[in-house]
């Protein structure tokens, strides 16, 4: 009794970190498609040409600039990563990205809203800006599923240590395990039935 009681204190849960980035590049990239679709509709001070090409660079900025945040620090957190113990929680795919979402609802529609009255001034700019932010952090959440293949091992972390992001000064470290645990495949992607069932 003692030693169950004990493991049960020393439980915890871990979420993917690669779908902790997946998400929020998912929901990045269909705000700031909708946004960029409803500006192309509005003249706008700048007019659409000067705003679409605005946007473009925008994209691409954004696109680079989140696939590159904290690379190293990824990479460090990941070759260090300890070996999960048993009696850990591995948390669902769709329990992790409702909770990323539940606490950034107010904080996605913002930027949503900003996005469309920015179209007001250039339109669909701040649109492209977002979904090249969404772009940017799909692309980091492959860079990590491809890191998860090649190491055989999938990585995840403590949800309240990753407040800020995964690879955030508050994540003392990853923890690991094989890569058949979880419900995601490596990349955070959900998992094929085909490659469940194997």
Sequence with gaps: MEEEAAVVR???????VAVLVRVPGRWLWWLGVV???????????TGRRIGVLGGAALFVVAAVVAFL???RRYTALAETAERAPRSVFL?????TARAWVRARRWWLLGAFVA??????AAPAAAGMLLAGAGAGLW???????RWERAHDTLLWVRPEHAGRGPAARSVPGYEAT?????????????????AAAG
């Design 10 to 16: 020393g439980a915890y849960v871990l979420a993917r």
């Design 35 to 45: 946004a960029a679709g409803v500006g192309v509709f509005v003249p706008g001070l």
């Design 69 to 71: 945040a904290r690379r």
């Design 91 to 95: 948390q669902d795919r769709r329990v």
């Design 115 to 120: 996005a469309l009255a920015s179209g007001a």
């Design 139 to 145: 692309a980091k959440a492959v860079r990590l599923g």
């Design 178 to 194: 094989g890569p058949v645990a979880g419900d995601a495949g490596p990349g955070g992607s959900p998992r094929r039935r085909a």
